[in-house]
């Protein structure tokens, strides 16, 4: 079975002193994740080792950060290096997210470059894909997200692919008033592990994790987590209230 993973994405949000409230709160539920379970909280960079502590010893919980550069060190004021992650035993990493692209123009081939570093460092990414409200309307999604993954991806031998989460956004239904139903989510999910299996066959495309980020909360959580291409979600706002990511770490398959 694929991994299946409840991503919180904190953003740039709270304090270190309700930062540390909440994953106190959610720590406090005592969920047990199987053996194909994982929590993962891709928190602000200052708050890594506060986070990192605090999960020490809990099975298949993790820390990522935000984002890395793409050069190993240099006079790159204010960026964080891959090396650097390591070096806090940090294990997951996200990239490409939509807001990343959108307010810094991170483009595929910049993203290409950040993932064989973090490869080369064995960080796992977790690669972000979608298509904008524009692109959706005009009907060319499928082929919008086919580029991000042939441009970012397609350089990867299978056994690299393999160490590669993979997280679509619509981000046409966030904060658009539009609404993605599980049926749509599956649906790109399926085609995203079709665009994999032609490149690098089936029995690859069908160990990739994909999980769905457009809007998950805990009242359509296990509803989109029971696609049968659906691998977890990408959490936002819903991960800054501890009620709602316990109930989203709960839906997990």
Not at 29 to 49: H, K, N, R, T, W
Not at 140 to 150: H, I, K
Not at 160 to 168: H, S, T
Not at 177 to 189: D, I, L, R, V
Request: with cysteine; net charge negative.
């Amino acid at each position: 079975m694929r991994k299946q993973i409840a991503a919180a994405n904190w953003k740039m949000n709270l304090t270190v002193d309700k930062g540390e409230k909440l994953l106190d709160d959610i720590l406090a539920a005592g969920i047990e994740l199987s053996a194909d379970q994982l929590a993962v909280f891709a928190v602000p960079s200052p708050y890594l080792q506060l986070a990192q502590k605090k999960l020490a010893g809990r099975k298949n919980y993790f820390i990522a950060a935000q984002n890395c550069y793409s050069k190993k060190s240099g006079a790159y004021t204010g960026e964080t290096s891959v090396e650097m992650l390591q070096s806090l035993n940090i294990q997951y990493v996200v990239l490409g997210h939509s807001e990343r692209r959108e307010y810094f123009q991170e483009s595929n081939q910049f993203l290409a470059e950040k993932l064989n570093l973090v490869l080369e460092y064995n960080i796992t990414p977790i690669f972000c894909c979608g298509e904008p409200l524009s692109i959706r309307d005009a009907g060319t999604q499928n082929e919008f997200v086919a580029t991000q993954l042939e441009e970012s991806l397609f350089h990867f031998s299978a056994e690299e692919l393999q160490k590669i989460v993979i997280a679509y956004e619509p981000i046409w239904a966030i904060g658009t008033g539009k609404t993605a139903t599980s049926e749509q989510a599956q649906e790109m999910h399926a085609h995203l592990r079709s665009v994999l299996a032609g490149k690098f066959g089936k029995e690859v495309s069908d160990t990739i994790s994909i999980l769905y980020g457009g809007s998950v909360k805990a009242s359509n959580a296990k509803e989109i987590f029971s696609q049968p291409d659906v691998d977890g979600g990408l959490v936002g706002g819903a991960s800054l209230i501890a009620d709602e990511f316990i109930t989203i770490i709960n839906s997990l398959k």
